[in-house]
């Protein structure tokens, strides 16, 4: 059998943490990459035997691309503090790992729930992610805040779910957009993108559009109602934010002229 390392980047997890390490005990190795956690995150990371390394955080992508080589084995589940794996995706990979996969990669699709509820509508119940895969299979690159594995192939998928507990409370969701949303227009900045009327006005609408009515948001009650109308403000306030370090970048031009 492939041995299995479970790789979990973490930065003051300590409310998600603990359901996460019992969702892979049986895993080979669980490894954490901490960026200097504040609260309990590595004493219960070392109370669940996972070997804990830090390392200063720069971007996801960053962060996880240098944890990647570090892994004690070539097979490598990565997940975020907030997700479990359940039963039958455990299996799953288990007996996938048994003989040699024929991918080096594979997609898991997440049920993802907000504040205590799964959305089931608005494309969340079909969010496909990379994370199992082999560590020479490829790397991932700066797309989106969390990053996306770039891949010479197509990926296989995997039947079994991957929970994703994000955002329990509002006060949650709303730490999570500020740092979100500005790391987003951050890394449009460098990559010399530019946001106009179409970014700030047209694109939220359509984002709201899109998850509410096309893919039926609308299904999920009131709460499908507060996450697309959330989603299209977070495509506002993403874009603002990049329009807004263009103003202060042409200000600066001005005043070295």
Partial sequence: MNPLTVLIPTHNEEA?????LDSVRWADEIFIVDSFSTDR????ARNHGARVVQHEYSSHAAQRNWAIPQARHEWILLLDADERVTPALQEEIQTLLQTA??????QICRRTFYFGRELKHGGFSHDWVTRLFHRDAGEIEEWGFHGEMKLPFTPGRLHGRLLHYTCRTIEDYFSRFQLYTTGQAQLLF?????AGFS??????????FQLYILKRGFLDGWLGLLI??????YVFTKYMKLWLLQ??????HA???
């Fill in 101 to 106: 996969p024929p991918k080096k990669a594979y």
């Fill in 16 to 20: 998600n943490l603990p359901a996460c």
């Fill in 255 to 257: 005043s070295q002229s």
């Fill in 41 to 44: 995150t590595l004493a219960i």
């Fill in 228 to 233: 697309c109308t959330l989603s299209g403000f």
């Fill in 247 to 252: 103003q202060g970048e042409a200000q600066d």
């Fill in 190 to 194: 460098r990559k010399n993108k530019r």
């Fill in 199 to 208: 970014h700030l006005v047209l694109r939220p609408a359509w984002r709201f």
